[in-house]
């Protein structure tokens, strides 16, 4: 019975182990990033755009794509396997409302081994734009940009496995921007 | 000396002897209950230790489902707090519409002293058979979401397309600087 009692107890102190350990590894490779922190920016921003959109808002509103138009087809195509979409954005009248360790609590959760630096910009004039995946081997988990300009902080989180070849495809459509990304070539800074 | 004595207690006692009974009598046997309370209790206390090491497994397990379902909660959206403050840009806001979501689009966000963004392409939305099956409640959410989601995607390869051009321009300055030195 006492032996009983000692494997019954190994088990569940092991298996409360195991548990903790998952809940750990599971934490560290959500490619999520916490944005919360920074909400005591809104005060002092002229312009705030928080977005947060889930898998399920995200495949709610991809309902809304119509498949026969090509565009939105492919908009439709490049967000149905994401998980979450994450922005926020402030906008200042004046420069210096945010400060650096703003900045550096983004940073210190982009590191490695769980991100990869994709680019990075730094000007004394315009700030600092890097950009940022989540990798799990050839997979890709995640995207981060992170943009640190005078009077504008931005910082977007999109969980998922973001195709950066159907994002370069969507090039140019519902008002986006050519991002000038060739397909399967992803540069650094340093590669170009 | 009576060995019998020592046998059975029978015949003349010798005297050291019972002297040494005297002196070892104060050690004999005398039928008293069991105290084990000295050495038994720490062993009682072991006796609970399962007990407490299930309890704790299941603190443990609850915490850790208390900290997964906070962790959750924050991933589940709640468009209230999907927002975008400006007085300008609530004005120009008004109302959301399916149909003019992506002239909304064109205008958020709006900064003066950037270059003008460009115009949203018009697109008429038919009602897809997976649109049509929602409820009223859903088709809300669903616009919000894909406002939302319009705005993120904007917001995203805005950034994405300053980073590429910032990158470039580095390179450039970079080459143009080995021409000079070179």
Redesign the interface.
């Known amino acids: 019975m006492k032996l009983l009692f000692h494997r019954i107890t190994r088990a569940l102190l092991i298996s409360a182990l195991f548990v903790i350990a998952a809940t750990i590894t599971t934490h560290a490779q959500d490619p999520r990033i916490r944005l919360a922190h920074l909400d005591h920016l809104a005060t002092k921003a002229s312009e705030t755009v928080d977005v947060n959109i889930d898998e399920r808002l995200i495949q709610l509103a991809a309902k809304l794509f119509n498949d026969k138009d090509e565009d939105e087809a492919k908009i439709k195509k490049l967000v149905n396997g994401l998980k979450g979409i994450y922005v926020k954005s402030f906008e200042f009248d004046d420069e210096n409302a945010y400060s650096p360790a703003d900045v550096d609590s983004i940073r210190s959760q982009l590191k490695e081994p769980a991100w990869s630096r994709l680019v990075n910009v730094t000007s004394k004039r315009d700030g600092i734009v890097e950009v940022y995946l989540a990798l799990n081997g050839p997979d890709v988990l995640g995207l981060a940009v992170l943009s640190a300009e005078p009077k504008e902080l931005t910082i977007v989180n999109i969980v998922g496995p973001v195709d950066l070849e159907k994002l370069a495809k969507l090039e140019g459509n519902l008002g986006i921007p050519d991002l000038g990304i060739q397909p399967g070539k992803h540069k650094t800074k340093n590669e170009q | 000396m009576n060995e019998e004595y020592l046998w059975d207690k029978s015949g003349e006692p010798d005297p050291e002897i019972q002297q040494l009974e005297q002196i070892l009598g104060a050690l004999r046997h005398q039928p008293k209950p069991l105290d084990l309370s000295d050495e038994v209790q720490p062993r009682s206390r072991n006796r609970y230790?399962?007990l407490i090491?299930?309890a704790?497994?299941l603190l443990?397990?609850m915490i850790?489902g208390a900290?997964?379902l906070r962790?959750r909660s924050?991933?589940?959206?709640?468009?209230n707090?999907?927002?975008?403050?400006?007085p300008k840009?609530q004005q120009d806001i008004p109302n959301i519409d399916?149909k003019k979501t992506?002239d909304i689009?064109?205008t958020?966000?709006g900064?003066p002293n950037r270059e003008p963004?460009?115009?949203?392409?018009e697109?008429k939305?038919?009602r897809?058979l997976?649109?049509s099956n929602?409820t009223a409640v859903?088709r809300q959410?669903?616009?919000e979401?894909?406002e939302?989601?319009?705005?993120?995607?904007?917001?995203?390869?805005?950034?994405?397309?300053?980073?590429?051009?910032?990158?470039?321009g580095?390179?450039e300055n970079q080459i143009r600087n080995q021409h000079k030195v070179g």
């Open positions: 230790l399962p090491a299930i704790a497994t443990i397990a850790a900290l997964w962790v924050k991933t589940v959206p709640q468009l707090n999907v927002r975008i403050e400006s840009r399916d992506n689009l064109a958020v966000p900064k963004r460009p115009k949203v392409k697109v939305h038919s897809t997976e649109a929602m859903e959410q669903a616009l979401a894909k939302q989601l319009m705005i993120a995607l904007r917001l995203t390869s805005e950034k994405l397309n300053l980073a590429h051009r910032k990158a470039q580095a390179s």
